[in-house]
């Protein structure tokens, strides 16, 4: 069965104090990671998806990165408006499958 | 502009009173997906289809049915819901050839 946790559950940080989100899976060969961003009382958004380890992807202050086992958010110098949930999810290898998405981690960025 | 959009946002209704809430995209995508999401669960997926006309269970599809007639809509049938049916549901979509999924706004639906 397909699992993913993500650490730590909530985070709480100044702004301009960069950090790191960790995502570790278990997957039966894995076909994608995907990031997600979900603010509160609306649908997950797109962020990143990660193929194979080694792969790094960045998009303004964040940065994902993948290894055989982890996945990791890294988030830059963040702001205030960074503050949301950030989702992990895993997609297996073999055709069209299901989803497993991780709880969470809620990021609060403080003025 | 392209979305998802899902209705209604918001509904409570009562036990066994037959439900549906409406999925529509307007990418013209092939694959959609039902998922619900309840605290300490994360999201879970319900239903998925991949065309017209095809769709498959995702990981807790007791108690849901879907139908996929036309390519742009996905509705999501709830036969007689249950309390443990209280839930934020999402519905998304993604083309064959890409894994980015597009989320609707959710519906926040109470079972009574």
């Known amino acids: 069965e397909d699992q993913v946790t993500q650490s730590p559950e909530a985070l709480r940080l100044q702004e301009g104090e960069s950090s790191s989100l960790n995502c570790s899976y278990t997957v039966s060969g894995l076909r994608g990671l995907f990031w997600y961003r979900q603010d509160p009382g609306k649908g997950p958004e797109f962020l990143f998806t990660l193929y194979s380890a080694g792969e790094e992807k960045e998009k303004e202050r964040l940065k994902a990165t993948l290894t055989k086992k982890e996945s990791f958010l890294h988030i830059t110098a963040p702001k205030p408006e960074d503050s949301a949930t950030y989702l992990c999810a895993v997609q297996a290898s073999g055709g069209y499958s299901t989803l497993t998405f991780g709880k969470g981690t809620m990021l609060l960025v403080s003025p | 502009e392209a979305q998802v959009t899902q209705n209604p946002r918001y509904l409570i209704t009562v036990t066994g009173k037959k439900l549906t809430v409406t999925c529509s995209q307007n990418?013209?995508?092939?694959?959609m997906s039902w998922y619900r999401q309840d605290p300490g669960l994360g999201l879970r997926q319900i239903y998925y289809?991949?065309?017209?006309?095809?769709?498959d269970k995702g990981d807790v599809p007791e108690g849901y049915k879907v139908s996929r007639k036309e390519k742009r809509n996905f509705p999501l049938i709830l036969e007689s819901p249950s309390p443990n049916q209280t839930s934020l549901y999402f519905c998304a979509s993604r083309s064959g050839d890409s894994d980015t999924q597009y989320f609707g706004p959710g519906t926040r639906l109470t079972v009574l």
């Open positions: 990418m013209n995508h092939e694959y």
């Open positions: 289809s991949m065309n017209v006309e095809v769709t």
